[in-house]
């Protein structure tokens, strides 16, 4: 489904490069003394306050994002240090619980130290964390860290800011910039009715490469932070300007695609390109069980043949196979895919262990499609070539923009392989293996907490959603305690959840319904035409290495348990009376 009187070449809509905004600082230095807050790594803070230290300015460039976490690593003593009280500030155009979520993962960070987090009263104060920390020996120290926050359409987020021989002011950042303006290029272009394009691509360097956190998968990533601004940002423009609500799935404008490179300068460029049918190089065969990365999709297919079966099969929107198994046994059918959001890892490689697993069932009886969504794979590919251990939220719709499970309207493409799954099988439960953010997924530049997602800001272990239709409560609620029952015999696993849910806690992102150790949502939901709908959620994204084989070592087994859980489901609600 091409865009209609869509041109074959790329079309530039706005190109510019950006003075870095310290560097722009080093000329005619006009302070005395100074504290700077811009949206910089560490090195390059460290290099202009030696520029400015050479002018003779006495100046301290600070993180403006993640500014209490930034403190704690760069500037307070950390050394016998036993006990840090930290008074968080609450401001009524944020979240109540902002300001303790961008305190994680300091608990992690530092676990030889007592931190005690607590709310301070609202204020429409400049925020700042009030620290008293005591080290060894009843040493006391008492500090402020100032956390610069500006009112940004309705929003508080993190901003630019400095502090010159005592006045402070807002600073105008290159990051900040090259955000607006990509923005500002998109509200002011003309695009025809949906799809508006084949790939929009906004490619920005910065000179800012990740820094890790020294706890988990953490990073303190401006480029992947940027990433998930620009995506999202244009993904709510396009629903504004077609009238659809926030949040709205249906909407097809095209594949945005954000690429966001560290390199030497800061640059931005907007074009808009023909889609991409080249599925980009990945790495060779690997063992399935302990896969350390995404698969290829030629494994995928190959790994998926091992499974006796019918074949059914489809296109994607750009053309690329899409292909089914339908294993017809004596059991309840059941079926399985993955890859729906096509940069959640761990779906595809636990969907086919855990079908060729069952295949060696004489009973069983599955559809499995383990890749879904074939062009949002590829785009994910392709973008992990330059961020590998990023979240690639620009990759987890279709080449047209749109959630597949949301399709209604032709073409049905990546959609259609669900209908002729039920309709091989009529199975009753949809086993839906999905994955979200193993590190913080955050948007500094509105609002810190990403929109519509606050509750999925932070990892907090391996979640079952289980959807159902109107009566069939009593049945879910038994389908998700045999899974549980089944999931408990996995140690490794109920530790790893303990201790994510755990953390978070920590940072006000509640687990939900706790069943036998594992955060289970069940929800009244008729979108599906069969009547249970298990879906898993392993914080996956990022992963790679041995936490990659862990992750699908979850999702296999969640299959597993959900398939046997369900055969041993006495009655269901649609056999009764």
């Known amino acids: 489904m091409r ?4 041109r074959r070449l790329a079309v530039l809509i706005f190109e510019k490069t950006y003075r870095a905004t310290l560097d722009a600082l080093s000329d005619g230095f006009g302070c005395q003394a100074a504290e700077i807050w811009s949206f910089d790594d560490a090195q390059s803070r460290r290099a202009a306050e030696s520029r400015l230290a050479a002018q003779g300015a006495r100046v301290t460039c600070r993180s403006a994002l993640k500014p209490l976490v930034c403190a704690f690593r760069e500037e307070i003593p950390t050394i016998s240090l036993e006990r840090a009280e930290i008074v968080y500030p609450r401001h009524p ?3 109540p619980e ?27 104060e400049m925020p700042a964390y009030r620290l008293r920390l005591i080290y060894a020996g009843g040493k006391e120290r008492r500090l402020s860290v100032l956390a610069p926050n500006a009112n940004q359409q309705g929003e508080l987020s993190p901003c630019g800011w400095m502090i010159c021989d005592g006045v402070g002011a807002r600073l105008s950042t290159s990051y900040e910039a090259i955000y607006h303006d990509a923005m500002a290029a998109i509200r002011g272009a003309d695009f025809p009715s949906v799809p508006c394009f084949e790939e929009l691509n906004i490619a920005v360097t910065l000179p800012s490469p990740d820094e890790a956190l020294g706890w988990g998968n953490e990073v303190l990533s401006l480029c992947e932070a940027l990433h998930e601004e620009l995506y999202f940002g244009m993904l709510e423009h396009f629903q504004q300007r077609f009238g659809l609500p926030a949040g709205d799935r249906s909407l097809r404008p095209g594949q945005i695609v954000p690429e966001i490179r560290v390199g030497s300068e800061c640059s931005l460029r907007i074009e808009l390109r023909p889609w991409d049918p080249v599925t980009p190089a990945a790495p060779g065969p690997q063992p399935l069980g302990g896969a350390v990365s995404a698969l290829a999709a030629d494994q995928i297919a190959q790994e998926l043949a091992r499974i006796p079966g019918e074949v059914f099969a489809g296109r994607s929107v ?7 198994r339908y294993r017809r046994g004596s059991d309840r059918p059941v079926m399985i895919t993955a890859g729906q959001h096509a940069n959640e890892m761990s779906g595809p490689i636990g969907a086919l262990r855990a079908g060729q697993e069952l295949a060696q069932l004489a009973r069983a009886h599955f559809t499995l499609c383990p890749l879904e969504n074939p062009d949002g794979y ?6 992990a070539q330059h961020g590998p251990h990023h979240m ?5 719709y279709t080449a047209l923009g749109d959630d597949l499970e949301y399709r209604e309207a032709p073409p049905l493409a990546e959609r259609g392989m669900r209908d002729l799954a039920y309709e091989l099988s009529g199975a009753q439960l949809h086993i839906n293996l999905h994955g979200y953010p193993a590190h913080e997924w955050l948007r500094p530049l509105t ?14 272990g391996f979640l079952l959603i289980l959807r159902h239709h109107p009566g069939w409560a009593a049945t879910a609620r038994r389908l998700a305690e045999g899974i549980a029952a089944r999931l408990e015999q996995q140690p490794a696993l109920v530790e790893f959840n303990a201790m994510q849910m755990a953390m978070a806690a920590r940072h006000a992102v ?11 949502h069940l929800t009244e939901d008729c979108r599906a035409p069969m009547p249970l709908t298990l879906i898993t959620e392993y914080p996956d994204e990022t992963l790679s290495g041995a936490a990659l084989i862990a992750a699908h070592d979850a999702q296999t087994a969640a299959v597993i348990a959900a398939y046997e859980a369900f055969q041993a489901l006495e009655v269901l609600d649609w056999n009764v009376g």
Do not use: N
């Open 3 to 6: 865009p209609e009187g869509h």
């Open 98 to 124: 902002r300001f303790l979520r961008e305190a994680y993962p300091l608990t992690g960070m530092f676990p030889d130290v007592d931190f005690r987090l607590v709310p301070g009263p609202k204020s429409t």
């Open 510 to 520: 509640a687990p939900g319904e706790i069943i036998g150790g594992f955060a289970c």
């Open 447 to 460: 609002g810190y907490l990403p929109r519509g997602f606050a509750d999925w800001t932070l990892p907090r």
């Open 318 to 324: 750009i053309g690329r196979p899409i292909e089914g």
């Open 378 to 383: 590829a785009l994910r590919q392709r973008l």
């Open 392 to 396: 690639l939220h620009a990759a987890r």
């Open 93 to 95: 155009a944020a979240h």
